[in-house]
């Protein structure tokens, strides 16, 4: 059967200035005697010019939720500490989430968490800072059980609905009828449910939840999460959640997904899906290409790179040679204890962002604007856990831009599945790379005829370094 090239997208995505990727701080940011834990930033890019973080804190003599902002700055821009809730119960696990799909909702933050009435009984709550307003009184979501006394872990993602933000809320419950992942919704002024998304007599485990990709520029709720050794998603669509599919199969062991969330600033580009794979021997962080859940690909370095787990990422533009749309963060134990590490998804190594002698642990990962990445996680080495965080401009310090237009060239042309690469603007021979959609080389190319016809159907990117951009080639029956 024969393959041809469909066509070649004669436009290409403008990139910024090449960005260093070399992390500034770390920043101490919770600086008490008790213990902080389990950060958790808004994962999703966060188009105003301020982002959130929450943590779980027992400063208070039993757990607590607080909070802090970041404003996008030329250095540390979190502010003070801000209590979202101090109730006398243990309130765990928070999760944090912005509303920005309307201009006036640029600044404004929702948290959930999972209180502990006793080791296998909780609930649910959540609360609502508008437009950096302070945190309001926490309202209850929904109750859960948890018959293994593991927790809930709720997750929560705001997508613009067609009058009101909607913010989705999920958990994991464990009762004598098997597994299940609940959620709520809050659209207009109350919460509803909660109901069941997946249901299972296998155990279901880490289930995280982000924006997806259907029709609708809005995007739609994700859930991924692990089951048996296998990692599943389903996405919230027309009423329902659609039947579980599997990730990237593998027979080796996938466990702890992570969503990186659909965004529409500034390409439209999205979601992805992380996890920790055994596939190659060691334990390494595999992500999901882009447009497709059936293609896995290794995001950590192959020599040396000990084992990598916990991962985590965000919707990215920083750049190494050429565009990257996502970065991830996790951590490794190469170095002979547990550091972070973090990697864009084109790039061609690791980068680390903190190698303090500590343990760091539990790392999050958030966007602001369109240039600041800021990663916060969870250490020991104060002598109790506090967090800390380093941060990276996209395109140099104090830099910012606006996405820009795309830009034409019609020196390339396709003719009967023969790529034809017209000479570089030097006049000099123009050589570049295929890549396939997860990124891998697949051809080398060189000025003139180039047979594309032996090709797998499916869409292939030429990276062009010099003018910073790829162009998109189709190659179909």
Known sequence: ????????????????????????????????????????????????????????????????????????????????????????????????????????????????????????????????????????????????????????????????????????????????????????????DSWYGPWIAVAGLDPICHARLGRGHDSSYNGCPLLTWESSGDIFYSEYLGGSWSAPQEVAHSDSLDQSPEVISRSPMPFDMGPWITWESTRDGDTAIYGTAEDTFSIGRRWCDSTGAGNNRASCGTPAEYTTDYWNPVAAAWVSDRDGDANIYSRTMFSDHDVRVDSDAATDVNPTLTTLGVTEHWCIWQSNRSGNWDLYGSYVYATGVE??????????????????????????????????????????????????????????PGVYFVPEAKARALRKVVVAR
């Open 1 to 188: 059967m024969r393959f041809y090239v469909l066509a070649l997208t004669l436009c290409a995505l403008v990139l910024p200035p090449a960005a260093a990727q070399s992390w500034t701080g770390p920043f101490q940011l919770a600086n008490d005697t008790f213990d902080d834990v389990n950060p958790s930033a808004c994962p999703e890019w966060v188009t105003g010019y301020s982002t959130g973080l929450v943590w779980q804190t027992n400063r208070n003599g039993n757990w607590d939720i607080y909070a802090k902002l970041c404003r996008m700055m030329n250095g540390n821009g979190w502010g003070a500490d801000e209590a979202v809730s101090t109730d006398s119960a243990d309130d765990l696990n928070p999760a944090v989430a912005a509303c920005n799909d309307r201009p006036a909702d640029s600044g404004s933050f929702r948290c959930v968490w999972e209180r502990r009435q006793s080791p296998l009984i909780g609930s649910i709550w959540a609360s609502f800072n508008p437009v950096s307003a302070g945190w309001q009184a926490p309202e209850s979501v929904g109750p859960y059980i948890r018959t293994d006394a593991d927790s809930a872990k709720p997750r929560i993602v705001v997508i613009r609905n067609t009058v009101v933000d909607t913010a989705w809320v999920t958990w994991t419950c464990h009762d004598t009828d098997g597994w299940q992942i609940q959620y709520s919704y809050h659209s207009g």
């Open 399 to 456: 830099e910012r831009r606006e996405p820009q237009a795309m830009s034409h060239n019609r020196e390339q042309t396709v003719v009967r599945g023969v790529l034809l690469l017209g000479e570089a603007p030097s006049r000099k021979p123009q050589a570049a790379s295929l890549l396939d959609i997860s990124g891998r080389h697949v051809l080398e190319l060189h000025a003139g005829a180039n047979d594309l016809g032996r090709l797998s």
